[in-house]
């Protein structure tokens, strides 16, 4: 069926660390984002991008529509970017209704 | 936090009571979406209107009803409460291809 796959469902790093984050997904997709939760719940939009890469700061994002994959780079890690980060699809045919990966969990230490 | 409100933030009520939500958003945008999150399964959508009157269901959308009498404001009812229902309640709205999030409401079901 139609799926979203996070990777590492974990992951701990010291601060100043780099990291990559996967998401894998089944099918063509119209739309592709990433979000950060931080450790109090809020949710907050990092990036749109259903194909090729964008930077914001210290984050990068890459998506690879043909083969089925999104990647978020996070350099030199702070403590502040501890929290879930979640691959959200619309697949094309789903009208406009975003499918959430299960999230990276990642805490960054001091 | 593109203007969205959602009341009240945390509620704690008995199995079989009804149960409304609310998501109040001051800029007009057409699209709203309820969503649930639960250890385990991400964010799951339950129901998400495209226009005043205009809903439609999500993944998840046993035990629940949704109403948009106004552009500005998206209800969520539990007709009849279960502990199954005990969760963190998302409301969101869609601008510009991105999907942005309130604070949530923290619901939980005795």
Redesign the interface.
């Known amino acids: 069926g139609i799926q979203v796959e996070q990777s590492p469902p974990d992951l701990i790093l010291q601060e100043g660390a780099n990291s990559t984050l996967r998401c894998n997904f089944s099918d063509s997709v119209n739309n592709l984002q990433w979000f950060h939760q931080n450790p109090w719940g809020q949710l907050i939009n990092l990036f749109y991008i259903p194909s090729g890469t964008k930077q914001n700061g210290r984050l990068s994002a890459t998506t690879v529509a043909t083969e089925r994959y999104s990647l978020l780079y996070i350099s030199s890690s702070q403590t502040t970017d501890s929290g879930v980060y979640f691959c959200a699809v619309e697949f094309v045919g789903s009208n406009y209704k975003l499918t959430f990966g299960k999230g990276t969990l990642l805490t960054v230490n001091p | 936090d593109a203007g969205i409100t959602q009341s009240p933030r945390h509620k704690v009520t008995e199995t079989g009571t009804p149960v409304t939500l609310r998501c109040h958003q001051t800029e007009n945008h057409r699209?709203m979406?309820w969503?649930r999150q639960d250890p385990?399964?991400?964010?799951?959508?339950i129901h998400?209107s495209?226009g005043v009157k205009d809903t439609?269901k999500?993944?998840v959308s046993d035990g629940y009803s949704v109403s948009r009498s106004k552009t500005e404001d998206f209800l969520l009812t539990l007709e009849s409460a279960t502990s199954s229902q005990t969760s963190?309640y998302?409301c969101a709205i869609?601008e510009?291809?991105?999907?942005?999030?309130g604070?949530?409401t923290q619901l939980s079901v005795l």
């Open positions: 699209y979406y969503y385990g399964h991400g964010l799951r959508l998400y495209y439609d999500g993944e963190v998302f869609s510009k291809e991105k999907l942005f999030f604070s949530g």
